[in-house]
């Protein structure tokens, strides 16, 4: 165990892996990743706007059609933009969206997205959430901000 050796490589080693990690944190596609998903050939016809988030304040989401016919979901964190734009594809587009996936065959030959009436707005209803992964039998993320 005192090998100078095996100590170095572990160091390169933990290097290599958190440069990694913080390559992966950095690459999030954000909500335009999830209209490529889910819904590819509405990639570019969804507009996302960043609300600065005050203190103690709820997420919230705001979806509405815009005149040149493309949807603008508007929101507080990219959490609460994914929640609005999976609301937009549950209420109006009246696509299967679900935890598992779904949407993509259902989009297929639709080239633009259906244009809506009003708003739809959505608050949280908590501050803190926790999301339960039924792979590990545990709670994940329980600290997340």
Known sequence: ????????????????????????LNAFPGPEGLVARVTPEWAGKVVFEDVAR????????????????????????????????????RKVAKVPYFWEGGGTAAVAGRHAPPRMDGVIRAEA??????????????????FAD
């Open 125 to 142: 209803p908590y501050q803190w959430r926790a999301v339960f992964n039924f792979c590990t039998h545990s709670y994940s993320l329980a």
């Open 54 to 89: 005050k203190a103690g304040e709820k997420e919230f989401c705001e979806v509405r059609s815009l005149p040149d016919g493309r949807i603008a979901v508007k929101g507080n964190t990219p959490n609460a933009q994914c929640a609005g734009y999976g609301k937009y594809l």
């Open 1 to 24: 165990m005192g090998n100078g050796k095996w100590k170095n490589g572990r160091i390169v080693l933990f290097i290599l892996h958190s440069a990694f990690l913080i390559f992966h």
